[in-house]
């Protein structure tokens, strides 16, 4: 059974930091592209950074510069690693995984593009 798990969620300060955990079971990442998307309610799911195959990343602008992402295909886990949070980074952060690359890259939009999802973590950034 395929199954991605996203961890690492909870309550920031603004400024703070957090690193979220997406653990892939029941297959492997090597040919993957892996996002990672947000979503508050009553908007529409953003896709806020990849990581493809080869491993070059994309990020969206809102969080150029603060958060890193990586992946570590031995563990089959991917990582967000989420610095100078800030209150409008309050969201559930979803990952994702699709074998679509565009000139060997990895695409953020649309979200359809992605097949298999984990269940969401919850970031709250609040003082």
């Known amino acids: 059974q395929l199954q991605l798990v996203e961890s690492g969620g909870g309550l920031a300060q603004p400024g703070g930091s957090l690193r979220l955990s997406c653990a892939a079971s029941?297959?492997?990442?090597?040919?993957?592209?892996i996002g990672w998307f947000r979503q508050t309610p009553g908007k529409e799911r953003e896709g806020i950074t990849c990581?493809?195959?080869?491993?070059?990343?994309n990020y969206a602008d809102s969080v150029k510069g603060r958060f890193t992402i990586s992946r570590d295909n031995a563990k089959s886990t991917v990582y967000l690693q989420m610095d100078s949070l800030k209150p409008e980074d309050t969201a559930v952060y979803y990952c994702?995984?699709?074998?679509?690359?565009?000139?060997?890259?990895?695409?953020?939009?649309?979200?359809?593009?992605?097949?298999?999802w984990g269940q969401g973590t919850q970031v709250t950034v609040s003082s």
């Open positions: 994702a995984v699709t074998e679509v690359h565009v000139f060997s890259k990895c695409v953020l939009r649309p979200p359809g593009l992605y097949n298999y």
């Open positions: 029941g297959f492997t990442l090597d040919r993957y592209a």
């Open positions: 990581i493809s195959r080869t491993g070059t990343t």
